[in-house]
C-alpha cells in the first residue's frame, strides 16, 4: 500500500500563484510516473500533468506556459507550480501515482486538495 498526502491548496485571486505539494510514502517500489489530475463540480476528472522517471512532462492544453510539474526522487514528492491562475482551475486536485512493487503494478491518489481562484 502507499500512502498520497497532498498540500498546498487554498483560495487566490485571480492572477495569482499556488503551489501544490504532494509526498508519497508505503511500499512504493520504484515509480513509473506520477501525475496531477483535478475535478471541478459537475465535471468528469481530467489529467492536468504528468511527470514520468526519467523527468519527462506532459501537460494538458488548459494550463501549458502557467503550470510546471517538477518531482524530487529523494523525498517521493511532486510539485505542482500554478501560476496566473483563473477561476477555470477551480477544482479539486489530486495526486496520482503509478508505480511497480515486485511484479505488479499499482496506482496510488491523494486525498485530493481544494484549490479555489477568485475573479
Known amino acids: 500500500q502507499v500512502q498520497l498526502v497532498e498540500s498546498g491548496g487554498g483560495l487566490v485571486q485571480a492572477g495569482g500563484s499556488l503551489r501544490l505539494s504532494c509526498v508519497v510514502s508505503?511500499?512504493?517500489?520504484?515509480?513509473?510516473?506520477m501525475d496531477w489530475y483535478r475535478q471541478a463540480p459537475g465535471k468528469q476528472r481530467e489529467l492536468v500533468a504528468t511527470?514520468?522517471?526519467?523527468?519527462?512532462?506532459n501537460y494538458a492544453d488548459s494550463v501549458k506556459g502557467r503550470f510546471t510539474i517538477s518531482r524530487d526522487s529523494a523525498k517521493n514528492t511532486v510539485y505542482l507550480q500554478m501560476n496566473s491562475l483563473i477561476p477555470e482551475d477551480t477544482a479539486v486536485y489530486y495526486c496520482?501515482?503509478?508505480?511497480?512493487?515486485?511484479?505488479?503494478?499499482?496506482?496510488?491518489w491523494g486525498q485530493g486538495t481544494q484549490v479555489t481562484v477568485s475573479s
Open positions: 508505503g511500499s512504493i517500489g520504484s515509480i513509473n510516473a
Open positions: 496520482h501515482v503509478r508505480g511497480i512493487r515486485g511484479l505488479r503494478w499499482y496506482d496510488g
Open positions: 511527470i514520468t522517471s526519467g523527468g519527462s512532462t
